[in-house]
């Protein structure tokens, strides 16, 4: 590979061809264009929900198959267009596109990632500001009930975040066992099981009939608003 790579190459990519299929393709990219980086991929975030619902077909903004799917990747910056200097070769970044091999993206739309970060837990950190955003508007406090509906990434996150934000106790609620199990591990103090107890009873047993002071929610589906409230 040059030492600035900005010539026109093809690079692997995946891709929903169809409803519940994915497949690796090759695309084209360009000659690099100005204010572009080129970056390597090192590795991708998978978001197990916007991205299935994006292979499902049910995503609120529907588009024509084929799909590009994608999220969060890091990667290492090995070629840069005219006029793009912020980042020298060799900087990994992280950056929000499709999961491709090498993508040329504005310099602008990439972060810098600190050295002894390592890349897969620095792909994590777009998903983690979103539980962050969650539990800072819950006005969670030293000593706050917290029960966190949900224990997928988001979910477990902020129940993790919960935690450490002095809650206790943090309910975790999720139907899979091993996300419940999860959560534990992460900090939460409880897990239930919706489909095998009465969540809002159980809750109300754990807080002394007094009920959580914040509820979270991680679900995506309205399922789970009578409960909370």
């Given at each position: ?19 519940n299929?994915?497949?690796i ?31 499902q077909?049910?995503?609120t ?10 999220y ?5 910056v ?23 091999g ?52 988001i ?22 066992s ?10 939460a ?37 009578g409960?909370?409230?």
């Open positions: 590979m040059p030492e600035n790579f900005t010539a026109p190459c093809a690079t692997p990519c995946l891709m929903a061809t169809a409803l299929t994915v497949e393709r090759q695309r084209k990219l360009e000659e690099l264009a100005p204010g572009q980086v080129r970056v390597k991929t090192e590795c991708s975030m998978v978001s197990t929900g916007t991205e299935l619902h994006t292979i077909g049910t995503h903004q529907e588009r024509p198959f084929p799909r590009m799917t994608g969060i990747a890091v990667g290492e090995v070629g840069r267009g005219e006029g793009a200097a912020k980042y020298e070769l060799g900087r990994r970044v992280l950056f929000g596109l499709a999961h491709y090498m993508i040329d993206c504005p310099e602008g739309k990439c972060r810098p990632v600190p050295d002894g970060l390592s890349s897969t837990d620095a792909a994590c950190t777009p998903l983690l500001c979103i539980s962050l955003r969650g539990v800072r508007a819950a006005r969670v406090r030293l000593g706050d009930s917290v029960a966190v509906f949900g224990q997928g990434v979910g477990a996150f902020a129940a993790h975040l919960a935690k450490r934000s002095g809650a206790y106790p943090v309910i975790a609620v999720d139907p899979v091993a996300r419940r199990q999860v959560a534990l591990k992460m900090g103090d409880i897990a239930l099981d919706p489909a095998a107890e009465d969540v809002g009873e159980r809750i109300k047993q754990i807080t002394d009939g007094v009920g959580v002071s914040a509820s979270i929610e991680a679900t995506a589906t309205t399922k789970v608003e409960r909370i409230l």
